[in-house]
């Protein structure tokens, strides 16, 4: 069972995505929980708490699932297909958190902006460094490295869009196919 923090959470994500960040009230996340407007404050500082909660917590579970994918192997294109499988993978199946992390990051106050664009910037350092350690050893032939890791990541944040478990492709299928839509990016030999 979820703790109180952890269904506040989930319905403030829910809310956000649905209303937006600015016409979300404390009161709307409360009631989600059953618990009265003024009665949330024991649980939470405020509702920019709340959001940014969720965006560095996606962001962190981001980078938990891109070292963890990239562990057991140091061949540089299975790296890369792990890493871009385990990002797909994750927008799939979470595609609230891809939803308000992208459209509510101007509703973040400007430290936790800061803090939330650092991890968005070490996550896409991750796959630029996949693509270079590619490079040096020969496997991967592309310009630029930040340009190549930039189209990874944005091919599988736009799986959130339009993914669906119930659709024509199964999650195993589209993080395959992304995988060496990845490896064909960086040119792989």
């Known amino acids: 069972m979820p703790s109180r923090a952890e269904e506040i959470r989930v319905a403030a994500l829910g809310l956000f995505a649905r209303l937006g960040y600015e016409a979300t009230t ?26 940014a909660a969720v965006m560095t917590g996606t962001m962190r579970e981001l980078l938990a699932l ?46 936790n902006r800061r803090r939330v664009l650092s991890l968005r910037a070490e996550y896409e350092k991750c796959f630029r460094d996949l693509v270079h350690a590619g490079i040096t050893a ?15 990541l944005d091919l599988g944040m736009g799986v959130a869009v339009w993914f669906r478990a119930d659709g024509e492709l199964t999650e195993d299928i589209v993080t395959w196919q ?12």
């Open 26 to 51: 404390m009161a709307d996340i409360g009631a989600a929980v059953g618990i009265r407007g003024p009665s949330l404050y024991k649980h939470v500082a405020s509702k920019q708490d709340l959001l």
């Open 66 to 111: 891109h070292r963890e994918a990239v562990a057991t192997t140091d061949d540089p294109a299975e790296r890369l297909r792990r890493a871009t499988e385990a990002h797909v993978r994750y927008h799939a199946g979470h595609r609230l958190e891809a939803f308000v992390g992208n459209r509510e990051i101007r509703s973040l106050v400007p430290s």
């Open 138 to 152: 020969g496997r991967f032939h592309v310009m630029s490295a930040r340009l190549a890791s930039y189209a990874i």
């Open 178 to 189: 992304y995988g060496e839509m990845a490896l064909r990016i960086v040119g792989a030999t």
